[in-house]
């Protein structure tokens, strides 16, 4: 996949996360930007875990909302203290 791909599919990504995790309150942009990073971040954590990165438009979109729901998680933690 191309760049605009990763963009489309994590900004998607993080919409679902915010939808999927109610009351975060971050907004949708900052949101889809969690859902970019997430994407990433759902990656990795298939890389360490030694699965394979998914092919394909609903794979990829399933790993980055995995990821943006984990780093939705993570930016409360850090956002209640």
């Given at each position: 996949m191309n760049f605009i791909s990763y963009l489309i599919i994590g900004a998607l990504a993080g919409f679902l996360?915010?939808?999927?995790?109610?009351?975060?309150?971050?907004?949708?942009?900052?949101?889809?930007?969690l859902g970019i990073v997430g994407g990433q971040f759902g990656g990795w954590l298939l890389r360490i875990f030694n699965l394979p990165e998914p092919g394909g438009f609903w794979a990829?979109?399933?790993?980055?909302?995995?990821?943006?729901?984990?780093?939705?998680?993570?930016?409360?933690?850090?956002?209640?203290?």
């Open positions: 996360a915010g939808r999927i995790r109610r009351g975060s309150g971050y907004g949708c942009i900052v949101n889809c930007l990829s979109l399933f790993t980055a909302v995995l990821g943006a729901v984990l780093m939705l998680w993570i930016a409360d933690k850090f956002r209640s203290k």
